[in-house]
């Protein structure tokens, strides 16, 4: 039986948060056929740019530019295709033009299931405005006299990928999703971003953690690697397990 083809949205506040944290989840679903889109709200070019800032002669324009580099090979190397907004970042600031184009997405891709950040991260209140911003995009794609190009979308589920530092969010685990089969993907992917290279080490360390965390739980004792995420909404079904 033919499984019947997905589409995944990935809601990126900067270029690097939707590698490091769901270019697992990415991978995956590409590697199936499904169509997966990531909507990058800003390039992270005056927070998330460590390592370009310590070069002489930085200009915020140039680090746009290889910031943007970097996330269009990421997104290819993991098999999506990326829509960039430049709506800034530290802070991040959505307008109401941003915001219609954003409703515009969600309708145009259709997504199953969407993916972004924890609703409070208190080191980074951007990816609070992210999280804040696609609930409200949603709910606008819903509604039917909200009148677009595209029609009204239905209910997609709405997955958090980790944060930086899971236990000052509040996030807690209920899916620890296998990538195993995509890691290689995601490590390249993850090597594309070389003004967070010092994350590199991070997130592939800790994706060996949630693989041992995912056996211990009941998976195959072949996973070796795998992702944290959490379901915003009720999984609905007639079976208990």
Same mark, same amino acid.
């Given at each position: 039986?033919?499984?019947?083809? @997905?589409?995944?949205?990935?809601?990126?506040? /900067?270029?690097?948060?939707?590698?490091?944290?769901a270019?697992?989840?990415?991978?995956?679903?590409?590697?199936?056929?499904?169509?997966? /889109?990531?909507?990058?709200?800003?390039?992270?070019?005056?927070?998330?740019?460590?390592?370009l800032?310590?070069?002489?002669?930085? *200009?915020?324009?140039? &680090?746009?530019?290889?910031?943007?580099?970097?996330a269009?090979? $990421?997104?290819? *190397?993991?098999? %999506?295709?990326?829509?960039?907004?430049?709506?800034?970042?530290?802070?991040?600031?959505?307008?109401? $033009?941003?915001?219609?184009?954003?409703?515009?997405l969600?309708?145009l891709y259709?997504?199953?299931?969407?993916?972004?950040?924890? $609703?409070?991260d208190?080191?980074?209140?951007?990816?609070?405005?992210?999280? !804040?911003?696609?609930?409200? $995009?949603?709910?606008?794609?819903?509604a039917?006299? /909200?009148?677009t190009?595209?029609?009204?979308?239905? %209910?997609?589920?709405?997955l958090?990928?980790?944060?930086? @530092?899971? !236990?000052?969010?509040?996030f807690?685990?209920?899916l620890?999703?296998d990538?195993?089969?995509?890691?290689?993907?995601?490590?390249?992917?993850?090597?594309?971003?070389?003004? @967070?290279?010092?994350?590199v080490?991070?997130?592939?360390?800790? &994706?060996?953690?949630?693989?041992? @965390?995912?056996?211990?739980?009941?998976?195959?004792?072949?996973?070796? /690697? &795998?992702?944290?995420?959490?379901?915003?909404?009720?999984?609905?079904g007639? !079976?208990?397990?």
């Open positions: 039986m033919t499984q019947q083809k @997905q589409s995944l949205v990935v809601f990126s506040a /900067h270029s690097g948060d939707f590698v490091w944290r270019g697992g989840a990415i991978a995956l679903s590409a590697s199936r056929g499904d169509d997966v /889109h990531v909507i990058c709200l800003s390039f992270g070019e005056r927070g998330e740019s460590q390592g800032w310590r070069r002489e002669g930085m *200009t915020l324009d140039e &680090a746009k530019r290889i910031r943007r580099d970097e269009t090979q $990421a997104a290819e *190397t993991l098999g %999506a295709d990326i829509d960039f907004l430049d709506l800034g970042d530290y802070p991040l600031r959505v307008d109401d $033009a941003a915001f219609n184009r954003i409703v515009e969600l309708r259709r997504a199953d299931t969407i993916i972004t950040h924890v $609703a409070n208190p080191y980074n209140r951007d990816h609070n405005l992210a999280h !804040e911003t696609l609930l409200q $995009a949603r709910m606008v794609a819903q039917m006299g /909200h009148l190009d595209n029609p009204p979308i239905g %209910a997609p589920q709405v958090m990928f980790e944060p930086h @530092q899971p !236990e000052m969010c509040g807690s685990v209920d620890l999703l990538i195993t089969e995509v890691f290689d993907r995601k490590q390249a992917a993850m090597k594309c971003m070389g003004a @967070q290279d010092h994350l080490d991070y997130y592939t360390e800790l &994706a060996g953690r949630r693989g041992v @965390q995912a056996v211990r739980n009941g998976g195959a004792k072949s996973i070796t /690697h &795998a992702e944290a995420h959490a379901r915003l909404f009720p999984v609905v007639s !079976e208990l397990i």
